[in-house]
């Protein structure tokens, strides 16, 4: 995420089941009350993937709710939104992509500039044991934390 950007949601989830091998910072193709929404943070996507359709990304499953304060105009809260990249940007993704066992995968909504921006993230699965090992590294580390805070303190 860039300086002076606005985090307002991140994917947590995706982070823990995968192993992000590249990201690289997208805009998203939104209508007006779909943005917002974003800007108040009324999105879901823990289950979000992105696809290569045609030459054009595609992220489907991102749920924007509908804007509570808009009247029959309102937009369709599940339809597949389409990412800006450029053509050679695209290109680079479909071969990672066409490799065994790579996805693309949103990880965080940002404001940059006013613009909802989209880190899409080329992951690969974790294992159950993958998992078990990030678990306790996060442990191990919390337990560092709060010795080192302690003896510190006093």
């Known amino acids: 995420m860039a300086?002076?950007?606005?985090?307002?949601?991140?994917?947590?989830?995706a982070?823990?089941?995968?192993?992000?091998?590249?990201?690289?910072?997208c805009g998203i193709a939104l209508e007006?009350?779909?943005?917002?929404c974003v800007k108040g943070g009324n999105l879901s996507f823990p289950d979000a993937f992105a696809?290569?359709?045609?030459?054009e990304v595609w992220v489907k499953n991102l749920h924007?709710?509908?804007?509570?304060?808009?009247?029959v105009?309102?937009?369709?809260?599940d339809r597949p939104k389409k990412l800006l990249l450029h053509r050679e940007q695209i290109k680079r993704l479909s071969r990672r992509v066409e490799e065994k066992g790579f996805?693309?995968?949103?990880?965080?909504f940002y404001l940059k500039n006013g613009r909802v921006k989209v880190t899409l993230g080329v992951c690969k699965g974790k294992?159950?044991?993958?998992?078990?090992?990030?678990?306790?590294?996060?442990d191990t580390d919390r337990e560092l934390r709060r010795e080192f805070k302690k003896r510190l303190n006093g």
Do not use: M
């Open 15 to 25: 982070r823990f089941d995968y192993f992000i091998e590249d990201s690289i910072e």
């Open 103 to 108: 996805t693309l995968i949103p990880l965080d």
């Open 32 to 36: 007006g009350t779909e943005v917002k």
């Open 64 to 71: 924007i709710a509908e804007y509570s304060y808009s009247s």
């Open 127 to 138: 294992k159950a044991f993958d998992k078990r090992e990030t678990i306790k590294a996060r």
């Open 3 to 13: 300086e002076g950007a606005k985090k307002i949601a991140e994917n947590r989830k």
């Open 51 to 55: 696809e290569i359709i045609n030459g």
């Open 73 to 77: 105009f309102n937009h369709n809260p």
